[in-house]
């Protein structure tokens, strides 16, 4: 094969026989002799089976040189990231680092890159990292998801660089998934904890340190959630007693029994949240309480809502919170601070349900009570919605679904006696039969 002819540098041209290839290198350029063709090509071109690619130098930033220094053979691929700083990594052969190079270039001009290194990372050090990230977590959120992380998640995969995690041992995890106690979980836990494990991986692709999530699709690898037990519900003389066997605290039994209001929003609510000009109720936050601390966040929903105030109960809640003074809770303990959950269900709720000789039922129910009693009454499910604080009305159809089947019942009984009233107007033989 001639040797190329121009500027070759300094030094003297080598050859290199490489199978049925022979190579000369000199100075920046080698030039290839395959099968009679020749090729010229710079230094830093990475020639893979099925792949020409002739970047310039100074794009690429990446070369491959043997080590010296080693008593093996070992050939080092090195390149820069995409912040500018110079990654390598070793290998037994020069074609390995070859083909990693050409993986490495890809990637970085794709903008897919992430170090290699970086996938050893345990998937702890990203855990601490996220949290440090999500400071807009709700108290009560950011609990959940460290129970989460604790019972389930770290147990498992705390230790696990990331990228040793596998789609298929996340499903056999969920499939077999115990808690540190040894005991089966449910299957909306471990789907609560494959989601914190998904939002992991996907923090771990924003800090760089890999270049995708494995797992992909969710759908295939969560479990399917058992059918929820029925709502339980109460009928409106139930109500009724039950919120005269809780004394002082009858009326937040009759707010949360009749509108739906939450736990925590009725206990956040202050007297500056009620209109009684407009007769009607402000939900603009609501009180956290985790591990006995309270805070005043948003709303489960982050919206605002208003709900109306009553007729029959109106008076008493005006005299009520006309007592309470400008920005204390209007539904308090004794000594006029927050009410606790706990504290009230073990001292208030439960007796009470004892002495109004209901069923156990715990005070979330009320909200089942209240929304229950809406769509049995023929509110649209929009109105009801927006009176429940749900984000959307697609939420109270999900899980009222039953309900609706009742209402529907009820109006299909309605319309079927007003066309059998009309019926018989129609075709009465007296004149003075017609119904009133």
Request: with cysteine.
């Amino acid at each position: 094969m001639p040797v190329p002819t121009g500027d070759w540098g300094s030094s003297q041209p080598r050859l290199e026989l490489l199978g049925r290839s022979q190579k000369f290198v000199s100075g920046l350029w080698e030039s290839l002799d395959n099968g009679g063709v020749c090729l010229f090509r710079p230094l830093n071109l990475s020639v893979v089976a099925g792949i020409i690619h002739c970047p310039s130098l100074e794009r690429t930033n990446m070369s491959i040189r043997k080590r010296t220094d080693t008593k093996s053979t070992r050939w080092t691929a090195s390149w820069k990231n995409n912040a500018g700083r110079r990654q390598c990594r070793d290998f037994k052969t020069k074609a390995e680092a070859v083909a990693y190079e050409a993986q490495m270039l890809s990637q970085v001009q794709k903008g897919d890159y992430a170090n290699p290194h970086s996938g050893k990372t345990k998937l702890s050090v990203v855990y601490t990292d996220w949290k440090k990230t999500e400071s807009r977590l709700k108290p009560k959120t950011r609990s959940s998801y460290d129970s989460l992380w604790k019972c389930l998640v770290e147990p498992k995969w705390g230790n696990t660089q990331i990228s040793n995690i596998t789609k298929a041992e996340v499903k056999n995890w969920v499939n077999e998934a115990n808690s540190i106690t040894g005991k089966k979980i449910s299957a909306s836990r471990i789907r609560q904890a494959t989601f914190l494990l998904n939002t992991l991986l996907h923090h771990a692709v924003d800090m760089e340190l890999i270049n995708k999530v494995v797992l992909g699709r969710l759908k295939g690898v969560m479990p399917k959630l058992e059918e929820s037990a029925k709502k339980k519900t109460i009928e409106r003389e139930e109500l009724e007693r039950l919120a005269s066997e809780c004394g002082d605290n009858k009326l937040l039994i009759l707010i949360a029994g009749y509108l739906g209001l939450r736990w925590a929003e009725l206990i956040a609510l202050t007297p500056e949240d009620f209109d009684f000009k407009n007769k009607t109720i402000q939900i603009t936050k609501t009180m956290s309480e985790v591990n006995g601390h309270f805070e005043l966040v948003t709303t489960k929903s982050g919206h605002s809502r208003s709900v109306p105030i009553l007729e029959f109960f109106q008076v008493d809640l005006m005299e009520k919170v006309m007592a309470v003074p400008s920005g204390k809770p209007v539904f308090h303990s004794a000594k006029g601070d927050y009410l606790r959950s706990s504290n009230f269900a073990k001292r208030v709720f439960i007796p009470a349900l004892q002495r109004a000789g209901l069923a156990k039922i715990t005070f979330h129910d009320l909200r089942h009570t209240a929304i229950s009693h809406q769509i049995q009454g023929g509110a649209d499910i929009v109105s009801v919605s927006k009176v429940a604080g749900h984000s959307n009305p697609y939420t109270t159809l999900k899980v009222y679904a039953h309900e609706l089947d009742r209402s529907q019942e009820n109006i299909r009984e309605a319309i079927n006696k007003s066309v059998a009233l009309s019926a018989s107007n129609r075709y009465a033989t007296d004149p003075s039969s017609k119904s009133a």
